[in-house]
């Protein structure tokens, strides 16, 4: 299999790592137009072919069917080399968010399914965890009675990226190129993982809202104007007809309280985890004789394969047939609908609605 890495910086570097969990041999490309980024890329995969441009790297040979190319630049660079590879005959993964607005995701999925070849984001990193699975096999089993509400928030005081967080990236704090802050950065991942639990049909963004508290660290030499606070009412329409409110927050920068919290109510009984965390357990709450009764739930197995290895392993397990946890296509695209109508919603108080294709 030929792997073709666009862009030569931190992430790219992760996904050149994750191709030794294949089970098969790997030929590296990459390409940058930082001479700096490939002579980094290099000194850590020697094996791997530089390429001075994503244009000369995909021209250089003839396209074959599974051929994976990894669009590992920052938001605002993502079409281009997302829409020249799909017209190269290639496969595509790409880093979240693998957008920067609606219109531009539509045009990506669109011209995949016009290519026939495999589109995916790497939103993907934190599906079908053991504790993901664990909080499913509850909810499937019924024992929690009538699911009636959920709250699902992650809320850390100081973990902007492009501040706290690899500081030398300041283009996260710019949304002419990131797109958006927080929402566009950890909510690809909240949105897929709630889309994995709930089985949604249809979402609706009742309420949003978008914040950026300011501190002490906030850099006066760069653009700073995305959201490090946000949340939002969602209303989830389930395959099973079922309807769930869901309570959603997601921070990196707060002057609230920290939290990592998700939480399943029934009227037979609960289920609260830590999202993202899959170290810690699940327990299902609910009544013994009149009695609170809280136990902890058996987790399957925890794999050997990383979260940052996560998305390439599962894209290739798509592309070769096998089962996967892969978001491709038009889940994609609904999983990134979302992401905006969160936007828009904050923006203009009206409700959003957004079908999600089975």
């Known amino acids: 299999m030929r792997l073709y890495l666009i862009g030569a910086g931190v992430i790219a570097r992760t996904h050149a790592s994750a191709a030794s969990r294949l089970d098969e041999e790997v030929e590296l490309h990459v390409a940058d137009l930082s001479a700096s980024a490939l002579d980094a890329f290099m000194s850590e995969h020697p094996r791997a072919t530089p390429h001075g441009s994503a244009e000369e790297m995909l021209a250089e040979t003839p396209a074959r069917d599974d051929d994976v190319v990894i669009v590992a630049t920052p938001p605002a660079a993502h079409r281009a080399p997302a829409l020249a590879a799909l017209r190269s005959g290639r496969n595509v993964l790409c880093e979240k968010p693998f957008a920067m607005n609606s219109a531009e995701a539509e045009e990506i999925v669109h011209a995949a399914e016009r290519s026939g070849r495999l589109l995916g984001v790497c939103s993907t990193r934190f599906r079908g965890l053991p504790h993901t699975q664990a909080v499913k096999s509850v909810l499937a089993s019924g024992v929690l009675g009538e699911v009636y509400a959920m709250s699902f928030v992650t809320r850390w005081a100081r973990s902007r990226a492009g501040i706290e967080y690899q500081p030398q990236s300041r283009w996260f704090l710019d949304s002419s190129r990131s797109g958006g802050g927080v929402l566009m950065d950890w909510g690809p991942y909240d949105v897929s993982t709630l889309f994995d ?128 946890a892969a978001v491709l296509g038009a889940a994609a695209l609904a999983e990134f609908r979302v992401l905006r109508a969160i936007y828009r919603a904050a923006r203009t108080g009206v409700v959003q609605t957004i079908e999600v294709p089975r």
């Open 197 to 324: 639990l709930l089985d949604p049909v249809r979402i609706e963004v009742r309420d949003a809202w978008v914040a950026r508290p300011i501190t002490g660290a906030d850099p006066v030499d760069a653009v700073f104007d995305v959201e490090t606070d946000t949340g939002a009412a969602l209303r989830v329409t389930r395959a099973d007809g079922t309807v769930l409110p869901v309570s959603f927050g997601r921070a990196t920068g707060t002057h609230g309280t920290e939290r990592a919290h998700a939480e399943l109510f029934g009227t037979r009984g609960s289920v609260h985890w830590t999202p993202f965390d899959s170290h810690k357990p699940v327990f299902l709450r609910s009544d013994a004789g009149g009695v609170i009764e809280e136990r902890e739930v058996e987790a399957p197995p925890r794999s050997e394969v990383t979260i940052l290895e996560r998305p390439l392993v599962a894209f290739v397990d798509a592309l070769r047939g096998r089962p996967s």
